[in-house]
């Protein structure tokens, strides 16, 4: 669903869009802190990135990690 430019998709409802991410950051919070460790969380993350398209081609940051 992105577009070449790097931008997320015009289709999404921003509103909407920002409640699900926030809904994913939470939840894959508690999980995290459970299990005391930070893979739940890092799944909960790329799983959201990779709904929204965010690909590993995206990654500008050098550490291996997707980013939006």
Request: charged share 25%.
């Amino acid at each position: 669903m992105s577009s070449t430019a790097g931008e997320l998709d015009a289709r999404l409802r921003p509103e909407q869009t920002a409640a699900t991410l926030t809904a994913v950051v939470q939840g894959g919070y508690a999980p995290a802190r459970a299990e005391q460790s930070v893979e739940p969380f890092d799944r909960a993350i790329q799983g959201a990135l990779d709904l929204l398209g965010v690909t590993a081609d995206d990654d500008t940051t050098g550490t291996g990690r997707r980013t939006a």
